[in-house]
Antibody, heavy 117, light 106 residues
Framework: EVQLVESGGGLVQPGGSLRLSCVGS????????LTWVRQAPGKGLEWVSY????????YYSDSVKGRFTISRDNAKNSLFLQMTSLRAEDTAVYYC??????????WGQGTMVTVSS | DIQMTQSPSILSASVGDRVTITCRAS??????LAWYQQQPGKAPKLLIY???NLERGVPSRFSGSGSGTEFTLTISSLQLDDFATYYC?????????FGQGTKLEI
């Protein structure tokens, strides 16, 4: 079965850092582009970041540019999101997803990040 | 940046109805337009990609169409499982964006 599983969420103080992970199974991880999407409580979906299969291209939304860094380790079927200078407005469920033809066809179950003092 | 505006925000309908959700772009866009369904507490599910292509395993009552600045998602005959929130999503150079969502309620 094709699956993505996120981890690493939790409670962090404003200004703090957190690293999210996403592990894939049953997918051709090394040939897939991947993305992070988040959803604040009770709100809509917001795209966060994208990384190409070989890490040659990385994109960020304006709201996280300069604070978040996306990376991957294809040997370990893993995707990461390093988040720094966290703000209250970064509070959300963070999903990793596979990007196929500029659409997201496989999603993880999400991991919750809460930024609060 | 291209803005995506969905309408309506809330849509009330009944089982068996035919419904249409619209996504309008602030300027003409390419066909990189997708539609998702999200049930409460669950991850989104891809329904349509490249504006009109039905994702594998998605029932044929779902269809997508459009070009330029206006795109639509149509559900031909609503089933109970279809009452959920729907999002459009667009890709343009180095960036993705979602519409604000349409809640489809009974």
């Amino acid at each position: 079965e094709v699956q993505l599983v996120e981890s690493g969420g939790g409670l962090v103080q404003p200004g703090g850092s957190l690293r999210l992970s996403c592990v894939g199974s049953g997918v051709s991880f090394s040939t897939d582009s991947l993305t992070w999407v988040r959803q604040a409580p009770g709100k809509g979906l917001e795209w966060v970041s994208y990384i190409s299969s070989s890490s040659t291209s990385m994109y960020y939304s304006d709201s996280v540019k300069g604070r978040f860094t996306i990376s991957r380790d294809n040997a370990k079927n893993s995707l990461f999101l390093q988040m720094t200078s966290l703000r209250a407005e970064d509070t959300a469920v963070y999903y990793c997803a596979r990007d196929i033809l500029r659409a997201f066809d496989i999603w993880g179950q999400g991991t919750m990040v809460t930024v609060s003092s | 940046d291209i803005q995506m505006t969905q309408s309506p925000s809330i849509l009330s309908a009944s089982v068996g109805d035919r419904v249409t959700i619209t996504c309008r772009a602030s300027q003409s866009i390419s066909g990189w337009l997708a539609w998702y369904q999200q049930q409460p507490g669950k991850a989104p599910k891809l329904l349509i990609y490249k504006a009109s292509n039905l994702e594998r395993g998605v029932p044929s009552r779902f269809s997508g169409s459009g070009s330029g600045t206006e795109f639509t998602l149509t559900i031909s005959s609503l089933q109970l499982d279809d009452f959920a929130t729907y999002y459009c999503q667009h890709y343009s150079t180095f960036s993705y964006s979602f519409g604000q969502g349409t809640k489809l309620e009974i």
